[in-house]
Nanobody, 123 residues
């Protein structure tokens, strides 16, 4: 089982940028499609982005396309989420996990979620 630790969240003004990191344990990291979800207060968890194990494919939620970029460094067992042009509605706890796509819906491929990292965007 992969263990994940997210970091890089914080307070940023609208229009600003942040880069989130997700450090993973496990020798099979490169075999997983990895992704980010987020959950805003009072809302359901939302798919943000995913990247294939070989980095050849990426996918994005409609609300972040063109603003966020997912990447990974398999040598470091780390996944990144570069967030640019941040908006107040991007405020949420961001979670990294191994993901799968089932019938067009991205889901958590692991049994649990990490602690997440909080991103707060102020106007």
């Amino acid at each position: 089982q992969v263990q994940l630790v997210e970091s890089g969240g914080g307070l940023v003004q609208a229009g600003g940028s942040l880069r989130l990191s997700c450090a993973a344990s496990g020798r099979t990291f490169s075999t997983y499609t990895m992704g980010w979800f987020r959950q805003a207060p009072g809302k359901e968890r939302e798919f943000v982005a995913a990247i294939s194990g070989n980095r050849m494919q990426t996918w994005y939620g409609d609300s972040v396309k063109g603003r966020f970029t997912i990447s990974r460094d398999n040598a470091k067992n780390t996944v990144y989420l570069q967030m640019n042009s941040l908006k107040r509605e991007d405020t949420a706890v961001y979670y990294c996990t191994a993901v799968r796509n089932q019938w067009g819906t991205w889901t958590n491929a692991l049994d649990a979620w990490g602690q997440g990292t909080l991103v707060t965007v102020s106007s």
